[in-house]
């Protein structure tokens, strides 16, 4: 009987905290899931009153059109930039805001609170106006259609600097660095060795934060890469829906099919890198 | 005990402020002195039917639909076989934002930009973006004579430049459903004022049907719509004051009538009301004609197309064509072409209205057979005619730089006036105290 | 090739140096492209730039005009400055426990959790706008209907008036970015040793107890970096109201209700075309930001130090 007067209210804890994390599940994802709704539906029955809250049967016909009737925009070509932009953006971005974000969480070195608070500042100016004298740099450096105006000027960036730092300062034991030196490990060992791999969830969480910025960023890419053949998803979905005339299921389709990867790549990614106590990843 | 070291760091941060400020303001002064070197000066090259010319051409919304279908046209590749467009499009926000970007930068556009009215005077009356087409070898005014009037001058800084050439416009009228206004026993074809389209809708208005969707739908039409037309001629903002004032006026009666439905442009239920019988009459452009049977309300039979109340004459929009000044001077001439091509050919001027109902500009199509033709969608009546009539007698209107900051401030206005937050007569005063303090 | 190597050794085993070697590709890259776009932004503040050309100096008149005939910009600070604790810095109090929740490995389903709660990060703003439409809508939305059905009471005129369209934003911001923040504290929880509850629980600690001791003194160099970006990002908003309340066809919506700074900065700049003035707000908002993110600093210090 003891045991069953304890177990009841426990159970009706449990069971709130399930529907409430349900709740805010639901509420949190009905959008995104949204996004396929619209894309389902042929034109006609889009945007319906009461809005249709089940798939209509044009997924393939809309997705069908898009990859292999238009003609207006390369969308497999664009796809696959965005990919090979957003990994080489995130690449370069976790080694250098890493190394940097090191330095400042685990070495004691003159100019360092200056340093550390000079990136911070460069974070506080608004970065609004700055395309205009941006553009014509990137111009006066022939970098207009190329990859690089995307990934090189972002790489060191300080937001994932701070956000390193931030994360290594505590979880990153002292000893074990000084143990890793009297290894034998120089510097450039110790980062790469001992801690990009204790960093781990914070490369994580930057990994994604990095690609789902790359991956969404329009402006800049429609600017900065104006050859259709060398741009991104995100330019040319906006062109086709410019273009297509209309066809919002094609368009609708696409925008979808281009967020689904981000959902599955953080899924993957914070299953390997930020998922609880399991990795066992400092002790203490 | 302030220590030596402390002393030490606090001199060491001053002068690492000092030798920031330094570097600062050396930057300034090396930009400064770059300035920024336009090809305004260039001398353009005459256009070479020999060479071989490679265009780019940016535009917004559906206009790559049209032009694309245009210049790939025999007419046009056996008038100009050596010139090739290709595209940069985008929608509306975008590409203006690109545009205005590469402008403010002084760096290199497409060859061929597009344009909504509202950019020309910012680009031009603030600097010399766009290139002076009434200059030789352009020549524009000899070749611009049959482009519908107003759109001209729209076209045109206060100076007299003619800096865009008007490709496509947006006559306004009166879009309604026959067989439900006169099943309550109303009528919109030719309303002599707007007293008595608030007089009608009365009658229409019931039972979850309304006049029109918004209250705002009607605040821009009595100032054409807004397209121009904010400063007097002497550089007043928001005179004369009866012109607002009526506009303000017309959207509280509007909303105090009860006769709008108080949708949110563009939502669902907005789209919807007019296939569901929920509205029965919206003023628009005449691009909105094509917008209603090809997509908005396809299965609907009675909507028709009359004259605005009164017969006000309004354009709500239109489209520009020009030529950056950053455009190299080999490419200008052929641009040039492009542009009198799409703009003054009867081709292209029907081929466009015919693939995305953007209503010419070139006056002489308006003679052409298909502008007579019944239009089966609006019950077999020749509605284009009207659409030509109110193009024809659209009056001109001054174009300023201002014209963007004066909109956006009445666009907020209006707001406040549907939701009865202000007076008409509050709104207009708090709106030109807030013009005031931005224009100068 | 020995003396590359030989140099190599000196730095990779130089403790003095490595650490500027690790920071110096921040700086370098700065230098090429932080620094010109700054510098001229500065030159802009200090002349009537327009969108095209310059029409010479004007020394502090681009700042003080702010302060005195401006119209609205005193109202746009007051926005972004209400945005920013509703919008903001709200999130903060329900991304912690969110994420202690999903951390924890008897929550069965947690990486579903944390993928559903995480998606507004990424759902395309197409999607959002048209769903906050739906749900906002005045006569048609969900909330209205629940709001005058369920609780009986009136409608509010969400997009429509100036008091709710700050309401608007705000739940648009906490649910777009409560997931974002949660992965971002996610990551912090996995720097604690788990060791640490094990000890407290031995001591007799309850759950709610051992995250008060444990864990949130341990978070606090995270909460400091999520609450710095929150400080940033709130002073710096502008997508939002700017999608939410039609760009640049109003300023900031009916009675200037979403004006925020930045939507005022990029008004006057790509929609009026006076360059010189939004770069002068760049600055004002800059100096704003430097200061709210020291005191932040400051504030955090303490706590860490006891």
């Given at each position: 009987?003891?045991?069953?007067?304890?177990?009841?209210?426990?159970?009706?804890?449990?069971?709130?905290?399930?529907?409430?994390?349900?709740?805010?599940?639901?509420?949190?994802?009905?959008?995104?899931?949204?996004?396929?709704?619209?894309?389902?539906h042929p034109r006609e029955t889009m945007f319906r009153t009461p809005p249709n809250l089940w798939f209509g049967g044009a997924l393939w016909d809309n997705v069908h059109r898009l990859i292999f009737v238009q003609e207006q925009v390369p969308f497999l070509v664009n796809y696959a930039n965005s990919v090979m932009i957003a990994v080489l953006t995130v690449v370069t971005t976790l080694f250098f805001c890493t190394m940097g974000g090191f330095a400042l969480a685990k070495y004691d070195f003159r100019g360092k609170k200056f340093i550390f608070v000079f990136i911070l500042s460069t974070m506080a100016f608004p970065p609004f106006l700055n395309i205009i004298p941006f553009y014509r740099m990137m111009v006066a450096f022939g970098w207009i259609n190329r990859w690089r105006a995307l990934i090189v000027p972002g790489m060191a960036n300080a937001m994932g600097i701070f956000l390193m730092r931030q994360y290594m300062e505590e979880s990153i034991p002292?000893?074990?660095l000084d143990a890793a030196r009297i290894d034998g490990l120089n510097e450039f060992g110790i980062l790469t060795r001992v801690a990009f791999p204790l960093a781990k969830p914070g490369m994580g969480v930057l990994a994604i934060i990095t690609f789902v910025g790359s991956w969404n960023n329009f402006l800049g890419a429609f600017i900065l890469l104006p050859r259709l053949q060398s741009t991104t998803l995100t330019v040319a979905l906006n062109t086709l829906n410019a273009v297509s005339f209309g066809e919002f299921g094609m368009v609708y389709a696409g925008t979808a099919i281009a967020i689904l990867p981000l959902l599955v790549i953080f899924f993957l990614a914070s299953r390997q890198f930020i998922s609880g106590l399991t990795s066992g990843s400092v002790k203490g | 005990m302030k220590s030596v070291v402390t002393a030490h760091k606090e001199n060491r941060m001053?002068?690492?402020?000092?030798?920031?400020?330094?570097?600062?303001?050396?930057?300034?002064?090396?930009?400064?002195?770059?300035g920024s070197p336009r090809g305004a000066a260039e001398p353009t090259l005459e256009f070479d039917p020999d060479q071989t010319y490679n265009l780019t051409m940016g535009t917004f919304g559906d206009l790559e639909a049209a032009y694309s279908v245009v210049l790939r046209s025999d007419h046009f590749r056996s008038r100009f076989p050596n010139i090739n467009v290709t595209f940069q499009s985008a929608d509306f926000g975008g590409h203006h934002d690109r545009l205005t970007t590469q402008i403010a930068a002084g760096e290199r556009t497409n060859d061929i930009e597009a344009l909504e009215v509202a950019f020309i005077a910012l680009f031009v009356e603030q600097g010399d973006a766009l290139l002076d087409l009434n200059q030789p070898p352009f020549n524009a005014p000899s070749h611009i004579a049959d482009l519908v009037d107003f759109a001209v001058a729209q076209g045109q800084t206060r100076a007299g430049e003619q800096v865009a050439i008007p490709v496509d416009i947006a006559p306004a009228v009166l879009f309604f459903r026959e067989n439900l206004a006169r099943e309550a026993g109303a009528n919109f074809r030719d309303l002599g004022s707007w007293e008595e389209f608030i007089r009608e809708s009365r009658k229409v208005t019931g039972n979850g049907r309304f006049a029109v969707p918004n209250a705002s739908d009607v605040a821009l039409i009595p100032l054409a719509g807004?397209?121009?037309?904010?400063?007097?001629?002497?550089?007043?903002?928001?005179?004369?004051?009866?012109?607002?004032?009526?506009?303000?006026?017309?959207?509280a009666a509007v909303r105090d009538a009860g006769?709008?439905?108080?949708?949110?442009?563009?939502?669902?239920?907005?789209?919807?009301?007019?296939?569901?019988?929920t509205v029965v009459s919206i003023p628009n452009g005449a691009w909105w004609g094509g917008a209603l049977r090809t997509w908005v309300a396809p299965d609907v039979t009675d909507w028709r197309v009359t004259y605005l109340p009164g017969r006000a004459m309004s354009s709500l929009g239109g489209t520009y064509l020009s030529i950056p000044a950053s455009v190299p001077a080999e490419n200008r001439a052929a641009a040039w072409e492009v542009i009198k091509y799409l703009t003054t050919t009867a081709e292209a001027q029907l081929l466009t209205f015919d693939?995305?109902?953007?209503?010419?500009?070139?006056t002489t199509t308006y003679d052409d057979p298909v502008m007579s033709e019944p239009i089966p969608y609006f019950g077999n009546e020749p509605v284009r005619q009207i659409f030509a009539d109110v193009a024809l007698n659209m009056p001109s209107q001054i174009v300023s730089e201002y014209d963007r900051t004066i909109e956006s401030i009445w666009g907020s206005i209006i707001g406040q006036v549907i939701e009865g937050d202000l007076t008409p007569e509050q709104a207009y005063d708090l709106a030109l105290r807030q013009v005031r303090s931005q224009i100068d | 090739m020995t003396a590359i190597t030989r140099m190599w050794d000196k730095i990779g085993f130089n403790q003095k140096l490595a650490p500027y070697v690790f920071v110096s590709p921040f700086f370098i890259l700065f230098l090429i492209f932080g620094l010109y776009p700054i510098g001229y932004s500065f030159f802009m503040s200090l002349f009537d730039m327009r969108l095209v050309g310059n029409r010479g100096f004007v020394g502090l008149a681009n700042y003080t005009r702010l302060f005195t005939v401006d119209e609205f910009f005193g109202t746009a600070v007051i926005n972004t400055v209400i945005l920013l604790f509703t919008g903001s810095l709200l999130q903060h109090v329900f991304a912690i426990p969110m994420a202690i929740i999903v951390n924890s490995p008897r929550v069965i389903g947690r990486h579903t959790f944390k993928a559903l709660f995480f998606a507004p990060f990424i759902t395309s703003t197409v999607a959002t706008v048209i769903i906050f439409g739906m749900v906002f809508d005045h006569n048609f939305g969900l909330l209205n209907w629940i709001i005058e059905n369920v609780l009986g009471m009136e409608g509010i005129r969400w997009t429509a008036r100036s008091g709710p369209i700050k309401a608007t934003i705000s739940i648009l911001l906490n649910w777009r970015f409560i997931g974002f923040n949660m992965v971002i504290y996610l990551a912090g929880l996995q720097g604690i040793p788990r060791e640490l509850y094990e000890a407290a629980a031995i001591d007799g600690a309850g759950t709610v107890q051992q995250h008060r001791m444990i864990t949130l003194p341990l978070l606090i160099p995270i909460i400091f970096f999520g609450v710095s970006l929150s400080l940033i990002g709130g002073f710096q908003l502008f997508d939002e109201p700017f999608v939410l309340l039609g760009g640049y066809d109003t300023v900031g919506g009916p009675g200037q209700g979403g004006l925020t700074i930045a939507y005022y900065l990029m008004i006057l700049g790509f929609k009026n075309g006076r360059l010189g003035r939004g770069a002068a707000i760049a600055w004002v908002l800059f100096f704003i930001i430097l200061i709210v993110t020291t005191v932040n600093r400051l504030i955090t210090n303490r706590l860490q130090k006891k």
């Open positions: 009987m003891k045991k069953m007067s304890i177990s009841a209210p426990e159970a009706v804890k449990t069971g709130a905290l399930y529907a409430s994390l349900a709740g805010l599940a639901f509420v949190f994802f009905f959008p995104f899931y949204y996004m396929f709704i619209i894309a389902s002292n000893a074990l | 001053k002068r690492g402020f000092t030798f920031g400020i330094g570097m600062v303001l050396a930057l300034v002064l090396i930009i400064s002195s770059c807004g397209k121009g037309g904010w400063l007097d001629a002497a550089g007043n903002a928001l005179e004369p004051r009866g012109k607002f004032m009526e506009s303000l006026n017309l959207v006769i709008d439905a108080d949708l949110n442009a563009w939502s669902g239920p907005w789209i919807e009301s007019f296939a569901n019988g693939t995305i109902d953007a209503f010419p500009a070139l | -």
